[in-house]
């Protein structure tokens, strides 16, 4: 970045400087540092400008990442799918059930669901903190293939509120608080199926160049870490047009 913003720099200065003054290395140098020290603004200017060139860059890179796993970001066949599944804007978020910017996000998220019903949710667990986090998606995914759907709903949204220690008694107790057979899904953990789908996740994961929960995609924009429901809200708005 340095190398860079000294380049930016160097033009902003050579499009402000008479032609002349370029004649003599030594002596554009020392207007060079001249001008910066009267005008140390510029400094900050060609940091912006290389800021939002970076930027650009990289959203560019993430449209392309996105575009080329589309079918398996929006069409895997086991993903759970909330809000309306026949939205015209699609929402999908890595999560992990240990990350505390996830559950600061969940209620975002319903909020969203809720402010507007044109919008289809993907949850792509992402167990990326630990066993515990691993023990929790392996017991939201038996959930949904023993069980079914509503049952991995009841599941995920206790999780994303459970702030305890995930074990296999506290995955228990949470089954029986929501009258679902836990020792089933408890055996269901083991399927390997379940492993499969956690594996295909992560692959996808890092095809996207996604280290950090939470992630989402919206649409062919990938939206890094914990966002308010109103800034989804607004990007979800500008997608539309």
């Not at 554009?28 to 800021?51: D, K, T, W």
């Not at 459970?162 to 949470?174: K, M, P, R, V, Y």
């Not at 950090?212 to 308010?228: C, E, I, K, L, N």
């Amino acid at each position: 970045m340095t190398r860079a913003l000294l380049t930016a720099t160097a033009l902003t200065l050579t499009l402000g400087l008479p032609a002349a003054a370029q004649d003599d290395d030594a002596a554009f140098g020392e207007r060079v540092r001249a001008y910066l020290l009267e005008n140390p603004q510029v400094i900050m200017e060609a940091v912006g400008i290389l800021q939002a060139q970076e930027a650009e860059m990289a959203a560019l890179a993430d449209q392309d990442m996105v575009a080329a796993q589309s079918e398996a970001l929006l069409n895997d066949g086991y993903s759970w799918v909330g809000g309306n599944p026949d939205g015209d804007i699609t929402v999908v978020e890595f999560m992990d059930y240990r990350c505390g910017y996830c559950k600061r996000a969940f209620p975002e998220i319903e909020s969203l669901l809720q402010a507007d019903g044109n919008i289809r949710f993907i949850v792509k667990e992402f167990p990326i903190l630990g066993e515990q986090s691993v023990l929790a998606s392996q017991f939201a995914m038996a959930a949904q293939i023993v069980a079914g759907e509503d049952a991995y709903k009841a599941v995920h949204e206790t999780l994303m509120s459970f702030n305890g220690e995930i074990t296999e008694d506290s995955l228990l107790a949470l089954a029986d608080s929501l009258d679902l057979d836990g020792a089933a899904i408890m055996a269901g953990t083991a399927d390997p199926e379940v492993e499969r789908r956690i594996a295909a996740n992560r692959a996808l994961g890092e095809s996207l160049a996604i280290s950090g929960t939470p992630t989402f995609v919206v649409q062919d924009q990938m939206v890094r870490g914990y966002v308010p429901a109103a800034d989804l809200q607004r990007l979800v708005d500008d997608l539309r047009g």
